[in-house]
């Protein structure tokens, strides 16, 4: 009888042993289940996310850019902090001259990468409209730093803010060491030569990248030089004259094959025109002329990002949009 009562009381302790392992084994079932779900919801997220920010790119490639905006607006909803599309914000608010609202977006894109050149470009030029020209050379004055070419606009943003003998300095450093561009001369003469010019005047002597579309145009054409060409493609694409940046872009690759910024703005015309699989082709082509220019390389994979998008292509579209922001986090 004792014997019996002894297994009786091991069969209840097996039971009761039995039953909590079988409840801690439903309880991490429960919890791996949770865990699943949770990272489905926010692969999910993620997803959306990409899908609203491609769209946004899609729409500012081809000018509709309040359709961008509504777009990255569906991104805020997902994600409330991001750079980048904090600075897609920038750059569209930008384009509609909502220089304000441009300014908030891409002050905020900046806070969370304050050395990115790109991001530092746009607040400059958004300074710039808002006449707020001493944070401009602030900035620009950062820039400078990375950017070799930017000599034109850090005079230009001295004279503005009344520093005169810091825009002479410039001028005298280049002359010394024989690098004044084309640009600066009109500067040069006004500020150094002692000629009769004014600075009002210099304005009239307008370099290249000052210059009118129809300006630009009938200097090349007299004179078939990339210093005027890139200038001209610059505006092209800028004014959204995407049939003339075609036909100017093609021309230039057969005058300056190994200049990939001619390639990048003829894929920049394709893509607009959804000539996606020939903008490709033409990326392709011009990426093997980069040669360390971190920000067209960059350029470049974002056209080809949108490429891949307009073929329907996402995952090849999100490795070349990955590519793009790493990039621009080296800056």
């Known amino acids: 009888?004792?014997?019996?009562?002894?297994?009786?009381?091991?069969?209840?302790?097996?039971?009761?042993?039995?039953?909590?392992?079988?409840?801690?084994?439903?309880?991490?079932?429960?919890?791996?289940?949770?865990?699943?779900?949770?990272?489905?919801?926010?692969?999910?997220?993620?997803?959306?996310?990409?899908?609203?920010?491609?769209?946004?790119?899609?729409?500012?490639?081809?000018?509709?850019?309040?359709?961008?905006?509504?777009?990255?607006?569906?991104?805020?909803?997902?994600?409330?902090?991001?750079?980048?599309?904090?600075?897609?914000?920038?750059?569209?608010?930008?384009?509609?001259e909502k220089y304000p609202e441009a300014e908030a977006y891409t002050k905020k894109a900046l806070h969370q990468d304050s050395d990115n050149l790109f991001i530092q470009l746009l607040l400059r030029d958004i300074y710039n409209k808002l006449n707020n020209y001493k944070d401009a050379l602030t900035l620009q004055k950062k820039i400078a730093e990375k950017n070799e070419d930017s000599e034109l606009e850090l005079v230009t943003l001295y004279i503005k803010n009344n520093q005169i003998d810091n825009a002479k300095q410039i001028l005298l450093d280049l002359e010394k060491k024989g690098t004044l561009s084309a640009n600066l001369i009109p500067f040069k003469e006004s500020l150094l030569d002692s000629k009769s010019a004014s600075l009002e005047e210099v304005a009239i002597k307008k370099p290249f990248e000052k210059q009118s579309i129809e300006e630009l145009k009938t200097a090349y054409q007299s004179e078939k030089a990339f210093k005027i060409l890139k200038p001209l493609l610059n505006k092209l694409n800028t004014n959204k004259r995407y049939l003339d940046l075609e036909k100017n872009s093609r021309d230039g690759l057969e005058l300056f094959p190994a200049q990939p910024f001619v390639y990048l703005m003829n894929a920049t015309a394709l893509n607009y025109t959804k000539q996606y699989q020939k903008a490709l082709v033409v990326l392709e082509s011009g990426l093997d002329y980069i040669v360390d220019d971190t920000l067209l390389e960059a350029d470049f994979y974002e056209q080809m990002s949108l490429s891949y998008k307009g073929l329907n292509k996402n995952i090849k579209a999100s490795e070349y949009y990955n590519k793009s922001v790493d990039l621009n986090q080296k800056i």
């Open 1 to 96: 009888m004792i014997k019996r009562v002894k297994h009786i009381i091991v069969l209840c302790f097996m039971s009761i042993s039995f039953l909590g392992f079988a409840q801690q084994d439903s309880l991490a079932n429960a919890l791996l289940v949770k865990k699943n779900i949770e990272e489905i919801q926010k692969e999910q997220k993620e997803l959306n996310f990409e899908t609203f920010f491609f769209e946004a790119l899609q729409e500012k490639a081809i000018g509709n850019f309040e359709k961008a905006i509504t777009a990255l607006e569906n991104c805020q909803n997902i994600k409330k902090e991001d750079k980048a599309m904090f600075f897609e914000f920038g750059k569209n608010y930008f384009e509609l």
